[in-house]
């Protein structure tokens, strides 16, 4: 039987609420999830929380403000550069995990991961998923595609380049004016910030995506980092067992 996970609230950067959801016992994994998801659809619903919980860790899936169960405040003023790092850096230290923790991200969750490590967070281990060089150092083209698709939120149809992503958004119900926020307070990471990434990494990308750039140039661009590879997409490689398994067996190693 699959285990629910617990859901707790902890104040982010200026005291936006966030949502922790908690799964399993042991050692512990925080994981970030992707753009316009949320833990319950990254981490739960295709059972990569239960099998890191099943390895003996204890899964602990933030959602991000503007996603999930956390709060998605509206105006400007709430979407600081980097804000959702600065949420982030508010929530890590009171969830008391000390100096052993592994941290795994994907897509978004994987650019936060960089941006945290490069700030001076120092989990064990790194896993980053869906995620390539091009999406780290060059993110303003990949940025522009969203905001062009929140632009054509309403009008997008079957066949358009942003009729998948935007179809998540909706089905997901975000709301588009944080969202455009958000993405806004997003920047690039230098490419000399990925020198503090010497911790073990294991770059896990689809076979078939290419979505954020080259994962490979991303493996061979780290100082630690090895590449593991699992079918599927950008969207769909997420949703297969190989993606948790990967990520379980990484850790359990």
Known sequence: MTAKPTLDFLPGHDGVRIAVHRLGAGAPVVLLHGLSSNAQINWVRYGTAQRIADAGFEAIMIDQRVHGESESPSGAAAYPRDVMALDMEAVLPALGLGASFDLVGYSMGARLSVA???RGLRPRRLVLGGMGLEGLTNWQPR???FLNALDRFDVARP?????MAISFMKTIKVDPAALRF???SMSDIGAESLAALDMPTLVL??????DNGS???LAATLSNAQRGTIPGNHMSSITKPDFGIAIAEYLAA
């Open 116 to 118: 945290l490590v490069a």
């Open 143 to 145: 940025r522009q595609f």
């Open 159 to 163: 066949g358009d380049p942003d009729y």
């Open 182 to 184: 958000l993405l806004l």
């Open 205 to 210: 990308c689809g076979a078939d995506d290419s």
């Open 215 to 217: 994962a490979d140039a």
